[in-house]
T-cell receptor, first 115, second 114 residues
Framework: GENVEQHPSTLSVQEGDSAVIKCTYSDSASNYFPWYKQELGKRPQLIIDIRSNVGEKKDQRIAVTLNKTAKHFSLHITETQPEDSAVYFCAARRRGSSNTGKLIFGQGTTLQVKP | DAGVTQSPTHLIKTRGQQVTLRCSPKSGHDTVSWYQQALGQGPQFIFQYYEEEERQRGNFPDRFSGHQFPNYSSELNVNALLLGDSALYLC?????????????FGPGTRLLVL
């Protein structure tokens, strides 16, 4: 079945340190992997995504890596700031004509950046 | 350019009642997906609408139904509410189905069933 496992569930870092969140997916047909940030009481917002035809993507302090063989992908945040504190969700979506965009989400990681 | 909007923001219902939630997609988007997010969990896919038809459905009972209008807005209906239906209901829109299309989320409707 379709499943995305996300670890850790909580992560606490000092301001300026790096944070890494890892996800593993079960469906080998998955080909699109977005990451969403959700602040308390707010909507999930896309922060970065990666397609299965690339292994890494960067956007300023944020990067995502994908290992298709091992079926896992990771979010890397460098030089963390207090405003990075939020819940982060990974997700996966499978390719195919039957797919209409169903995202399978991980359980979320609560990131706390201490000043 | 307005993003995805949802109404109402909060709702309190009792068991057995019915509820209708509404979503207006981002300008230029024609596809609407609905997700249920229980407290402390990731969003769970309910279904997706495109060209006024339900295109894909997650593991939710028939009590959950929806509709899409010609202007691409959408409604989520839940009948015979259960306590376990208490959650944040998120609507997401995208410009077309599947593929690489990014989904943008609305602020959600928080439903409490007593």
């Amino acid at each position: 079945g379709e499943n995305v496992e996300q670890h850790p569930s909580t992560l606490s870092v000092q301001e300026g340190d790096s944070a890494v969140i890892k996800c593993t997916y079960s469906d080998s047909a998955s080909n699109y992997f977005p990451w969403y940030k959700q602040e308390l009481g707010k909507r999930p917002q896309l922060i970065i995504d990666i397609r299965s035809n690339v292994g890494e993507k960067k956007d300023q302090r944020i990067a995502v890596t994908l290992n298709k063989t091992a079926k896992h992908f990771s979010l890397h945040i460098t030089e963390t700031q207090p405003e990075d504190s939020a819940v982060y969700f990974c997700a996966a979506r499978r390719r195919g004509s039957s797919n209409t965009g169903k995202l399978i989400f991980g359980q979320g990681t609560t990131l706390q950046v201490k000043p | 350019d307005a993003g995805v909007t949802q109404s109402p923001t909060h709702l309190i219902k009792t068991r057995g009642q019915q509820v209708t939630l509404r979503c207006s997609p981002k300008s230029g988007h024609d596809t609407v997906s609905w997700y249920q997010q229980a407290l402390g969990q990731g969003p769970q896919f309910i279904f997706q609408y495109y060209e006024e038809e339900e295109r894909q459905r997650g593991n939710f009972p028939d009590r959950f139904s929806g509709h899409q209008f010609p202007n691409y807005s959408s409604e989520l209906n839940v009948n015979a509410l259960l306590l376990g239906d208490s959650a944040l209901y998120l609507c997401a829109s995208s410009p077309g189905q599947g593929g690489w299309k990014t989904q943008y989320f609305g602020p959600g409707t928080r439903l409490l069933v007593l």
